[in-house]
């Protein structure tokens, strides 16, 4: 069942109830594992449907859901690894590893969020690594990893994803604004001939599920927006977003989708901006998209522009 309690499968779905904060909140007082977790900065913590995601870097270090009010979480057990651990090599006995202590070789600590991170690192490639900086550069931002559920396609990998959304605070509506970002080198964002990129066939996908679904996304993000002013750890990490979703809960402005999502685009240097060859693959995403919807910036750190600035 659905937290709007609808038996059917919803296409977008978003919120933890109000059991779930609560357990949560619980946990953060308690100053253990997840108060570690919540206070990290420099880690995102995304409402799903009836769980959360804990990213760094994009990868997902740990999910979290409430069952028999308990709070239960599953990681790969890949983030677990301890890279520091010494020594470094172990023994081969008639082909077979000589483990004394196994468990030394893993976190058992949910809340050592720097082992995770160590972890984490290999796994973290230059895209992920720049849509982090991103995130971490606009403080509107309120969700990362924006899946549908299509149906068809099993499980979340195959579900299309856009990378992140943000709010931005109008005359008289908070528009809620959906992002997908590539790297310059991405070959998505490029096609030959009259071909359109697949970035922008992927784009018009991620339009068409908005404009579909605009009610469930609509009472998702409302859901999201109380559990991200009520879940501790969270709300007050973006006092400016914070008072933007106020507005919004509070019936000063409502909620407008956007379904005309951005394409940004990062890691390039000038020469590669100013190319004759980029030029015509620019020319056709503008083209397509038009020039308020495709962000070039050559570093992804301290990317703003579109996003959380004009």
């Not at 202590?101 to 973290?124: E, H, M, N, R």
């Not at 990129?197 to 784009?203: D, G, K, M, S, T």
């Not at 996908?205 to 908005?210: G, I, N, W």
């Amino acid at each position: 069942m659905t937290l709007d309690g609808t038996t059917t499968p919803a296409v977008f779905d978003r919120g933890i109830d109000e059991a779930f904060v609560s357990a949560l909140n619980v946990a953060y007082d308690e100053g253990g594992w997840w108060r570690r977790l919540a206070d990290d900065t420099d880690l995102v913590v995304a409402i799903r449907s009836n769980y959360l995601n804990v990213y760094w870097r994009g990868n997902s270090l740990l999910r979290v859901a409430h069952e028999k009010g308990r709070l239960v979480g599953r990681v790969h057990y890949k983030y677990l690894l301890r890279p520091d651990r010494t020594p470094e090599y172990v023994g081969v006995k008639d082909g077979r590893a000589v483990i004394p202590d196994p468990a030394s070789f893993l976190t058992q600590d949910i809340g050592d969020v720097q082992s995770l991170k160590a972890a984490a690192k290999p796994y973290a490639g230059a895209e992920k690594i720049g849509v982090h900086n991103i995130v971490m550069s606009n403080p509107n931002i309120v969700d990362v990893e924006v899946a549908f559920a299509v149906a068809g396609m099993k499980g979340d990998a195959g579900n299309p994803r856009v990378d992140f959304a943000a709010v931005h605070e109008m005359a008289n509506e908070v528009r809620l604004v959906f992002y997908e970002a590539k790297l310059f080198s991405n070959a998505e964002a490029r096609a030959g001939g009259d071909a359109p990129p697949r970035v922008v066939e992927q784009i018009g996908r991620y339009a068409s599920l908005l404009r579909q679904h605009d009610g469930q996304v609509e009472r998702s993000y409302n859901r999201v927006f109380t559990n991200l002013l009520t879940v501790k750890g969270v709300v007050g990490r973006h006092p400016e977003r914070d008072a933007v979703l106020r507005k919004v809960l509070s019936g000063e402005k409502p909620v407008v989708i956007c379904d005309r999502p951005r394409l940004v685009l990062f890691g390039f240097d000038d020469d590669q901006k100013r190319g004759a060859v980029w030029a015509k693959h620019r020319g056709k995403l503008v083209d397509l998209l038009g020039a308020d919807r495709v962000l070039l910036r050559g570093s992804s750190v301290g990317f703003t522009t579109g996003i959380s600035a004009p």
